[in-house]
C-alpha cells in the first residue's frame, strides 16, 4: 500500500538514546496527538511504526520502563534526562510509537504534517474508531 519510505533519526534530549524509523513521508500521512492522561502530560505526537521500522541505534541500557493501568503499554524512557522518545502502544503491542517531537528534524517538518486528534479521555471508544487508520502503518513494512 505505501512503497515510498523514509528515514527518521531521533532520540532523548542527552543524546543517550538514538533510534532510526522508517516510515511514509510524515508529510503525506496523518501523525497524531492524545488527550489522554499520559499523552496530555508528555505533550506527545504519535507517530504509529510497526517494530520492523523502528531500530534501537543506542541506549538500551539507559531506558527505564513505566507502566500503569493493564499494564501492556511499556513506556520508555531515558535514566539521564527523562525524556520519553517512543513507546509500545496498547492500542498495538507489536509497534512502537515514536514521539514527533524527538525526531532531530522535527523543527523543519512540524508545520508541514497533519496532525489528527484521538479523544484519550474516552480512549476505548476512541482507539477502536482511530486505529483502522492507523493500523495501515503499523502493519507497513518494507
Not at 528515514?7 to 496523518?30: M, N, W
Not at 531500530?55 to 525524556?83: P, R, W
Request: proline share 3%; hydrophobic share 30%; with cysteine.
Amino acid at each position: 500500500l505505501i512503497g515510498n519510505m523514509q528515514q527518521y533519526k531521533g532520540g532523548c534530549h542527552c543524546s543517550a538514546v538514538r533510534f532510526t524509523i522508517k516510515s511514509p513521508p510524515l508529510t503525506d500521512i496523518e501523525i497524531f496527538e492524545c488527550d489522554c492522561s499520559m499523552c496530555l502530560k508528555k505533550a506527545t505526537i504519535h507517530i504509529a511504526i510497526s517494530s520492523d521500522n523502528f531500530l534501537l541505534e543506542s541506549g538500551q541500557d539507559m531506558l527505564n520502563t513505566y507502566t500503569f493501568n493493564t499494564g501492556v503499554a511499556q513506556h520508555y524512557f531515558c535514566k539521564q534526562c527523562g525524556i520519553h522518545s517512543y513507546y509500545v502502544p496498547r492500542s498495538n503491542p507489536d509497534g512502537f510509537s515514536v514521539n514527533a517531537r524527538c525526531l532531530d528534524d522535527w523543527l523543519e517538518l512540524k508545520d508541514q504534517v497533519r496532525i489528527g486528534k484521538i479523544n484519550g479521555q474516552n480512549w476505548e471508544n476512541a482507539v477502536g474508531n482511530y486505529k483502522d487508520s492507523i493500523s495501515t502503518y503499523y502493519n507497513n513494512t518494507e
